[in-house]
């Protein structure tokens, strides 16, 4: 059903002429392998999911039930790991800490996320310009995580440019101490680090778009602000969404720019499965895991029922 | 919108995306310049002269761990998710032009697999090999777990190009009696080739970074984002900084190659080698 979704999204409601043609010529020639055709393309696709996606969750169910100590993990059925996650106050801590990161940095990245997008896609008039400006825009993508946090402890740290320059200026007396290891810092790399995963499904619902559609509102006496309130808005939530669904699902499982911006000082539930994990704590960690994915099941599926994502494919 | 005159919005909204830029590529060109520090010099501005000095400690000390290995293994292992997410996307993406049963549950299972924390994509992994009493590695598990990540990425850039595709080539080559397999290598094939290119880098550039998702299912010997994250605990120099850079340039000489070919294509293509364009 998603497949004619999918291929026939743009094309919905009108007819098609060349399809009808290559369904009934298929239908004259087609012998057995056209019609297994589609199977055996979609297979290769279907196995590695099947067994790297669905069987490794169904471990971590299993093992979200099973015993441990301090070496091994016992083949079992004990309801006592989810009870760690519920009963404890640390977890429930660790979970609304997650959400905080999640809800500040989701709505930092969708605000910068629209305004580049929209400057890209409506402000930049030659094409040319808009693709080296997009281009620039990921480049830094294509550095690892890992030193784009490192990258911020010449900026940030007690010696770094931001206190130097206060300190030189006499703004303040003391180097902050907030700015590198805290939740500041926590939220302003993951900025960093995933605005991109906004600025790109955001600009590419934009750019599709009929631009006669903002002409016809200005024609009819819309203002540069509503045109974007009721026009640019509303065509582009698709777009919006999926940013969402990247943002959130990265945030919530987030765990190294937790641990390193943080500098151990907060928490994150993908840092407390690492933790776990690193005291071979397995059956611990898959149960938080189990609760975590069904958390980002949830919300995504919430954004899911308000925006039909899939028309945008 | 077309000529008219630029307005105010215009010159805040350039202003806002100038500071976007500056926010993104600040801290990148700062551990570039300090990775240039010289030997007396530590992790922060100002610098202590300029040098070569921690790109040489690089290769010289042995005391930071097995960074060529690493560095090899990272890269042997891009290039095998690589070539899969080309193969296994563009097959797919060829299956999903036509209707066919449970194509929604697939559409569905790969939007999950995208969704999945990494973390969580890690653990199920390593524990599905620690149960089968297999032994986890970076060709066999690390390359199971990349490839949950590029795949469904590949798919649907896959969708993306499909979808724009233009079905009247495919009948033209078939009135001109043309097979199915000569209208796919003839036709089709060489239409979504800088897109297959686009496809690939992808997926190379998010194995060769992939941390989160090779933690658990790297076995006994790191990859390359592993190495630096050990690293970042142990190691307090600019050596840091000179990794950052040269890991960083060796991307971007990967876009440029990448970008090249896909220039190729279309070159070739408008000297009318091959059809479309």
């Not at chain 1, 397995?282 to 919430?302: D, E, K, Q, S, T």
């Not at chain 2, 950052?244 to 970008?259: D, E, H, N, R, W």
């Amino acid at each position: 059903m998603s497949a004619s979704i999918v291929t026939e999204g743009r094309a919905a409601g009108a007819i098609d002429p060349a399809r009808a043609v290559t369904k009934r010529r298929r239908a004259e020639i087609g012998g057995p392998l056209t019609v297994l055709a589609p199977y055996l393309q979609a297979a290769p696709l279907f196995l590695i999911l099947l067994a790297f996606l669905v069987v490794p969750i169904a471990t971590i169910v299993m093992v979200s039930f099973w015993d441990y100590d301090s070496v091994m993990i016992y083949p079992d059925f004990v309801t006592f790991n989810y009870g760690e996650v519920f009963g404890s106050w640390v977890t429930w801590r660790t979970y609304l800490n997650t959400f905080k990161f999640t809800v500040i940095v989701w709505a930092l990245t969708v605000t910068i996320g629209f305004w580049v997008a929209y400057f890209l896609a409506f402000h930049v008039r030659s094409a040319a310009v808009q693709m080296i400006l997009f281009i620039v825009c990921t480049i830094p993508f294509l550095t690892s995580n890992i030193i784009r946090m490192i990258s911020w402890i010449p900026f940030l740290g007690r010696n770094g440019i931001i206190n130097s320059a206060l300190v030189g200026a006499g703004i303040i007396e003391q180097p902050l101490e907030f700015l590198l290891f805290s939740d500041f810092a926590v939220v302003l790399a993951m900025v960093h680090l995933y605005t991109l995963f906004m600025v790109v499904p955001i600009f590419n619902t934009m750019m599709r778009i009929d631009r006669a559609l903002i002409e016809a509102a200005r024609d009819a006496g819309a203002s540069g602000w509503q045109i974007i309130t009721n026009v640019i808005i509303p065509l582009a939530k698709p777009g919006i969404a999926i940013g969402s669904i990247f943002v959130v699902t990265l945030v919530m499982g987030d765990f190294t720019t937790v641990r390193f911006m943080s500098g151990g000082q907060s928490a994150s539930v993908g840092l407390l499965m690492a933790n776990q994990m690193s005291l071979l704590q397995y059956p611990a960690a898959a149960a938080n895991a189990v609760v975590l994915l069904a958390i980002v099941l949830l919300v995504v599926g919430g954004i899911m029922r308000i925006v039909n994502i899939r028309q945008e494919l | 919108m077309q000529g008219e005159k630029r307005g105010l919005s215009f010159w805040i909204l350039a202003g806002f995306f100038g500071l976007f830029v500056l926010f993104l590529y600040g801290p990148l060109s700062a551990i570039f310049i300090l990775s240039f520090q010289g030997p007396g010099g530590g992790l922060t501005f100002p610098m202590q002269g300029a040098s070569l000095n921690w790109f040489r400690e690089l290769f010289v000390a042995q005391a930071v761990g097995d960074l060529g290995g690493s560095f090899g293994r990272s890269i042997t292992l891009g290039l095998m998710v690589m070539a899969v997410t080309v193969l296994v996307s563009l097959l797919a993406g060829l299956a999903f032009r036509r209707p066919f049963w449970g194509s929604a549950f697939l559409f569905y299972l790969t939007v999950a697999s995208l969704i999945v924390p990494s973390i969580l994509m890690s653990l199920g992994i390593g524990l599905m090999f620690n149960v089968m009493g297999i032994r986890a590695a970076w060709w066999s598990s690390a390359f199971a777990a990349h490839l949950t990540w590029t795949l469904p990425f590949g798919l649907l850039i896959m969708f993306a190009v499909f979808n724009r595709f233009n079905r009247s080539y495919e009948e033209a080559a078939r009135d001109l009696g043309a097979t199915p397999w000569q209208t796919f290598r003839y036709v089709v094939l060489p239409l979504v080739l800088p897109s297959l290119i686009g496809v690939g880098l992808f997926g190379f550039s998010l194995s060769y970074d992939e941390f989160a998702r090779t933690l658990m299912t790297a076995g006994s010997f790191n990859t390359l984002p592993l190495e630096i994250y050990g690293m970042t605990t142990n190691v307090t120099s600019p050596i840091l900084y000179a990794l950052g850079t040269l890991t960083t340039v060796f991307s971007l000489l990967i876009v440029l190659g990448a970008l090249f070919a896909i220039g190729a294509v279309r070159r070739r293509r408008s000297r009318g080698l091959l059809p479309g364009g």
